[in-house]
């Protein structure tokens, strides 16, 4: 067990549609980070965020948004869904370093499955 | 840009065997390199990872040295256990200060037969 927790674990729904998925980081990590697995993408960076704040932003779509609140957790949430955005949705977490820094280490958690019909 | 490649799979072996999982890289500066192990229905642990040149990461068996010259991270394991049965991603940090992310390879299933 890593520390980290998503939720939830599964979700189904359909074309057109709206999600949210949550993720909780490690007790004391600042820095949040999403990817996607996907069969023909592999594992692909989306978005990361520090104590509240965009850091990095990688190959996400404009359909897809993220945040991290004041408690840390963060939420990615995928609008007008598509089939070809069924994937596995992993958070990860990194702990902070002096300075505004963090580790390079990252925590995932176990993921979300979204299935698009 | 950056990228990581590892050897195609799947790799299928025997309990007992040696096991090296290719992979390479290409990035500018010294990236940071890992190792992450993905097991059936779970999300992504760490293995191992190295920092910089000639270091050596090792964790339950297995190793893998950062070579620079050959821009190279290869995974070995001197003798298999089915429970090693998995997919395996080599991996690299890169970014600049305070925005890295990590860039994956393509994922080795490996299968360990009894």
């Known amino acids: 067990d890593s520390g980290v927790t998503q939720t939830p674990k599964h979700l189904i729904t359909a074309t057109g549609q709206r999600v949210t998925l949550r993720c909780s980081p490690r007790?004391?990590?600042?820095?949040v980070y999403w990817y996607q697995q996907s069969l023909d993408q592999g594992l692909q960076f989306l978005i990361q965020y520090y104590n509240g704040e965009e850091r990095a932003k990688g190959n996400i779509l404009e359909r897809f948004s993220a945040q991290q609140f004041p408690d840390l957790h963060s939420e990615l949430n995928l609008s007008s869904l598509e089939l070809g955005d069924s994937a596995l949705y992993f958070c990860?977490?990194?702990?902070?370093?002096?300075?505004?820094?963090?580790?390079?280490?990252?925590?995932f958690g176990p993921g979300t499955r979204l299935l698009v019909l | 840009g950056n990228s990581v490649t590892q050897m195609e799979g799947p790799v299928t072996l025997s309990e007992e065997a040696f096991l090296t999982i290719n992979c390479t890289y290409t990035?500018?500066?010294?990236?940071?390199l890992f190792w992450y192990v993905q097991y059936p229905g779970e999300g992504l642990q760490l293995l191992l990872k190295a920092t910089k040149a000639d270091d050596k990461g090792s964790n339950k068996g297995f190793e893998a040295t950062y070579r620079k010259e050959t821009t190279s991270f290869h995974l070995e394991k001197g003798s298999v256990q089915v429970s090693d049965s998995a997919v395996y991603f080599c991996?690299?940090?890169?970014?600049?200060?305070?925005?890295?992310?990590?860039?994956f390879g393509q994922g080795t299933r490996l299968t360990i037969n009894p």
């Open positions: 990035a500018t500066g010294y990236p940071s």
């Open positions: 007790s004391g990590d600042l820095s």
């Open positions: 990860a977490s990194s702990a902070p370093l002096a300075g505004g820094a963090f580790q390079e280490t990252q925590y």
């Open positions: 991996a690299l940090s890169t970014g600049p200060w305070g925005a890295q992310k990590l860039v």
